[in-house]
Antibody, heavy 123, light 108 residues
Framework: QVQLVQSGAEVKKPGASVMFSCKAS????????LHWVRQAPGQGLEWMGW????????NYAQKFQGRVTMTRDTSISTAYMELSRLRSDDTAVYYC????????????????WGQGTLVTVSS | EIVMTQSPATLSVSPGEGATLSCRAS??????LAWYQQKPGQAPRLLIY???TRATGIPARFSGSGSGTEFTLTISSLQSEDFAVYYC??????????FGGGTTVEIK
């Protein structure tokens, strides 16, 4: 069965960086885009960007350009997202989510989600 | 950026009753709209994509309709497990992909 297993919770100070991981299993890792979506406490969902695990190509939301880097290691079916220059308003649960396919082409809605990683940014 | 607006923010419904949730896009998203359900402490779960196609394993009491800028998620005969927050998401124009602010369906 498809699973996305994310790394554990983190506590960071303002200005630091954090690296998230998302290990995929149960499907061909390189066949589906992986997206990152975050959710601040009590708030809605915010899309951050995607990575194509096959090519390594990425597309980031403008809001996070310059602060976010998405990478992958196909040998261990794992995607990573690094967020730098953390601020208190980056406190949120960060999800990786697999984008579905329409035929052979990527779609942009999410059929499987990781369990989320809570990052708390506090001095 | 396409802004997605959901209404109402909170819907109070008795078990067994139906619920109608609305989602409006600031410009046409064709039928490129998905609905998700999220329970406390859990990740979202895909319910509907393509505005009206149920995802795998989703009960028939969930149905989606609409196109363009106006969309509806209907839950017939709410079960206890259906009380949750529901989000719509457009995937027609990106970046960015955008979500609505959510509708909380609570027990009346």
């Amino acid at each position: 069965q498809v699973q996305l297993v994310q790394s554990g919770a983190e506590v960071k100070k303002p200005g630091a960086s954090v690296m998230f991981s998302c290990k995929a299993s149960g499907y061909t890792f390189t066949g589906y885009y992986l997206h990152w979506v975050r959710q601040a406490p009590g708030q809605g969902l915010e899309w951050m960007g995607w990575i194509n695990p096959n090519s390594g190509g990425t597309n980031y939301a403008q809001k996070f350009q310059g602060r976010v880097t998405m990478t992958r290691d196909t040998s261990i079916s794992t995607a990573y997202m690094e967020l730098s220059r953390l601020r208190s308003d980056d406190t949120a649960v960060y999800y990786c989510a697999r984008a579905s396919l329409t035929g052979y082409f990527p779609s942009y809605y999410f059929d499987y989600w990781g369990q989320g990683t809570l990052v708390t940014v506090s001095s | 950026e396409i802004v997605m607006t959901q209404s109402p923010a909170t819907l109070s419904v008795s078990p067994g009753e139906g619920a109608t949730l609305s989602c409006r896009a600031s410009q046409s998203v064709s039928s490129n709209l998905a609905w998700y359900q999220q329970k406390p402490g859990q990740a979202p779960r895909l319910l509907i994509y393509g505005a009206s196609t149920r995802a795998t394993g989703i009960p028939a009491r969930f149905s989606g309709s609409g196109s363009g800028t106006e969309f509806t998620l209907t839950i017939s005969s709410l079960q206890s497990e259906d009380f949750a927050v529901y989000y719509c998401q457009q995937y027609n124009n990106w970046p960015p992909l955008t979500f609505g602010g959510g509708t909380t369906v609570e027990i009346k």
